[in-house]
């Protein structure tokens, strides 16, 4: 599923906000709300990109977070002759409150 940002309702609680966390700064993010799960698009047919992960909590401070979570992706692993990942990801507590 595509979670449009523009059309995210301020409203609806958000289960599950998973920061994917990739090389270069690039984070895309995806969204559990109820049963639907996908990632967060901007008004074209490409994952919304962002490029901290203040800009997150920024986009996302007027919405009811119920958890938040960051998840480290990278491929460099396979890339030089190292075993594959384990099956089991990490994902570490991302906290969606504002820095003073």
Same mark, same amino acid.
């Given at each position: 599923?595509? #979670?449009?940002? %523009?059309? $995210? %309702? @301020?409203? @609806?609680?958000?289960?599950? $906000?998973?920061?994917? %966390? #990739?090389?270069?700064?690039?984070? $895309?993010?995806? $969204? =559990?709300?109820?049963?639907?799960? !996908?990632? +967060?698009?901007? =008004?074209?047919?490409?994952?919304?990109? /962002?490029?901290?992960?203040?800009?997150?909590?920024?986009? /996302?401070?007027? /919405?009811?977070?119920?958890?938040? +979570?960051? +998840?480290?992706? @990278? &491929?460099?692993?396979?890339?030089? !002759? =190292? &075993?594959?990942?384990? =099956?089991?990801?990490?994902?570490? &507590? /991302?906290?969606? +409150?504002? &820095?003073?």
């Amino acid at each position: 599923m595509k #979670f449009i940002y %523009s059309k $995210l %309702s @301020t409203e @609806t609680l958000i289960d599950l $906000l998973e920061v994917h %966390s #990739f090389e270069m700064n690039v984070y $895309l993010v995806q $969204l =559990n709300i109820g049963s639907e799960q !996908g990632m +967060v698009y901007d =008004n074209s047919d490409k994952p919304m990109r /962002f490029y901290s992960s203040q800009q997150i909590r920024e986009l /996302f401070a007027e /919405f009811d977070v119920e958890q938040a +979570v960051m +998840v480290h992706d @990278t &491929p460099y692993d396979e890339m030089i !002759g =190292n &075993p594959p990942k384990a =099956n089991e990801r990490m994902a570490l &507590p /991302f906290s969606m +409150v504002q &820095p003073y």
